[in-house]
């Protein structure tokens, strides 16, 4: 095993602050999701339920966050579906089917009232497996991952990010996605990634993402058994109009060359 001090950054992580989903919240961003062919013959699915925690029926808006660099791609209106009491809703191809989707984006799930106003009340846990059929295994045989969800209310605005434990080399490939939850500013980000092989230089690429909208970059592709991913969002401009929410989320993703199998890792924030 080979440790270096990449593992430093580890002990300035604030778990406190990170946003993973710890229980039923209001308000949850499913930061991947979609139908689409992936390396080898995959093609990637999401398993989704969705769980009611409220002892009453919840209408719950579904709102299609696409993965896009342009700003002027259209938001595909919100999907609505009400969850029984104490029951749960499931597709294992959600965007497809739930969504009316295909390609790779992210999906906001926020309980709603009646008149579709936001319900602070309610008490929604989704769970998330992306999941392909297995090369060489069709039709039965399937490799998958689970995707951990975010609380929107626990996104707290990060000087920088850090996401650990994905791989590159000969075997693995990692794409970065980041979800900008701002409805009407464009956030710019500069992604770092450190190897622990001192012959290869850390690699920036900025990347800016529209309002509403998510995208997914692949890294470059030089070998490293500990990947450290740094993500830095630059300060919006000042604007006379109201301000943004800064929130934001990202994640790094490891898929097998070969089979697909894969893993996903929420980033967490780093305290200065």
């Known amino acids: 095993m080979r440790q270096t001090s990449v593992f430093l950054a580890i002990c300035l992580c604030a778990s406190a602050a990170a946003a993973q989903l710890r229980g039923p919240t209001s308000q949850i961003l499913i930061p991947a999701a979609g139908a689409l062919a992936g390396a080898n013959g995959t093609y990637f699915r999401s398993d989704i339920t969705l769980t009611n925690f409220r002892g009453t029926d919840q209408r719950v808006q579904l709102q299609w966050i696409p993965n896009t660099p342009s700003s002027t791609t259209p938001i595909p209106a919100p999907k609505y579906v009400t969850v029984p009491a104490y029951s749960e809703i499931a597709s294992e191809d959600f965007a497809t089917e739930v969504m009316e989707q295909t390609g790779l984006g992210a999906i906001l799930v926020s309980g709603v009232t009646g008149t579709n106003d936001p319900d602070s009340g309610a008490q929604l846990y989704p769970t998330v497996r992306i ?12 490799v998958s991952q689970t995707l951990p969800v975010v609380a929107v209310a626990e996104l707290d605005p990060a000087p920088h990010v850090l996401i650990l434990g994905q791989h590159i080399d000969s075997r693995f490939r990692t794409n970065v996605g980041i979800v900008n939850l701002d409805s009407g500013y464009p956030r710019t980000f500069d992604i770092v990634q450190s190897t622990d092989d001192p012959t290869f230089a850390p690699v ?69």
């Not at 740094?230 to 993703?253: D, E, H, L, Q």
């Open 204 to 272: 920036q690429t900025t990347l800016t993402v529209p309002p509403m909208a998510m995208l997914q970059v692949p890294l470059q592709n030089f070998s490293s058994k500990v990947l450290q991913i740094t993500i830095t969002p630059r300060v919006p401009p000042p604007t006379t109009a109201p301000g943004p929410t800064n929130k934001w989320a990202a994640y790094g993703s490891t898929a097998d060359n070969v089979t697909g199998d894969s893993w996903s890792t929420l980033a967490v924030p780093l305290l200065q």
């Open 131 to 142: 999941w392909t059929s297995a090369p060489g295994f069709q039709p039965s045989g399937s």
